[in-house]
């Protein structure tokens, strides 16, 4: 078995409005919207114990002269990373762990929408929920588990569940 998820811990909320508060007086007069996303936002879940921030600003660009102030706050600036359009930086601790994830698109983004989606999909939905929770602890409690098994065995559910989350979203 492998901890790669905890149990929901109440303090990931402040987590994110502490950091959303750092970025947001770091950014200045760049106006960033951020939100708590990930399985830290959706309580009662299993997840992995970093806090992940999706950014949502008018030019995705702008950021890019902005290196100093992510790195201020000890983010690594990763790029796109492999989505077009998008801002990713990765925070750790002083041990090397990572604590936050950012995730910054430009207003219009599908990806904006895919993320808010499945957030509120399974905070409306608790036996959605309990569902991924349920499967995260089967997949972790593997001898032979590794990063990427886990990552794999998570992708149909979350595939699937993002297309149901995304339906009911655009009908509220």
Same mark, same amino acid.
């Given at each position: 078995m492998v901890?790669?998820?905890?149990?929901?811990d109440p303090?990931w909320?402040?987590?994110f409005?502490h950091?959303a508060?750092?970025?947001?007086?770091?950014?200045g007069? !760049?106006?960033?919207?951020?939100h708590h996303? +990930?399985?830290?936002?959706? @309580?009662g !879940?299993?997840a992995?114990?970093i !806090?992940?921030?999706?950014?949502v600003?008018?030019?995705?660009h $702008?950021?890019?002269?902005?290196?100093?102030v992510? @790195?201020?706050?000890?983010?690594e600036i990763? +790029?796109a /990373?492999?989505?077009? +359009?998008?801002?990713?930086?990765?925070?750790?601790? +002083?041990?090397?762990?990572?604590?936050?994830?950012l995730h !910054? /698109? @430009?207003t219009?983004s599908?990806h904006?929408?895919?993320h808010l989606?499945f957030r509120d999909?399974l905070?409306a939905h608790p036996?959605?929920?309990a569902e991924?929770?349920?499967?995260?602890?089967?997949?972790?409690? $593997?001898?032979t588990v590794?990063?990427?098994? /886990?990552l794999?065995g998570?992708?149909?559910?979350?595939?699937?569940?993002e297309q @149901?989350a995304?339906e009911w979203?655009?009908?509220?």
């Amino acid at each position: 078995m492998v901890d790669y998820v905890v149990p929901h811990d109440p303090k990931w909320k402040n987590d994110f409005c502490h950091e959303a508060s750092l970025i947001k007086e770091g950014l200045g007069r !760049i106006d960033i919207e951020l939100h708590h996303i +990930g399985s830290t936002s959706v @309580e009662g !879940i299993l997840a992995k114990p970093i !806090i992940d921030l999706l950014g949502v600003v008018s030019d995705v660009h $702008a950021l890019d002269t902005k290196s100093d102030v992510f @790195e201020g706050l000890g983010y690594e600036i990763m +790029g796109a /990373y492999g989505i077009d +359009g998008r801002r990713y930086f990765r925070k750790m601790d +002083g041990a090397g762990k990572r604590t936050h994830h950012l995730h !910054i /698109y @430009e207003t219009g983004s599908p990806h904006i929408e895919r993320h808010l989606a499945f957030r509120d999909y399974l905070i409306a939905h608790p036996s959605k929920a309990a569902e991924y929770s349920n499967l995260k602890a089967m997949l972790t409690s $593997a001898d032979t588990v590794t990063w990427d098994s /886990y990552l794999d065995g998570k992708e149909p559910f979350i595939l699937a569940t993002e297309q @149901e989350a995304l339906e009911w979203f655009r009908s509220i």
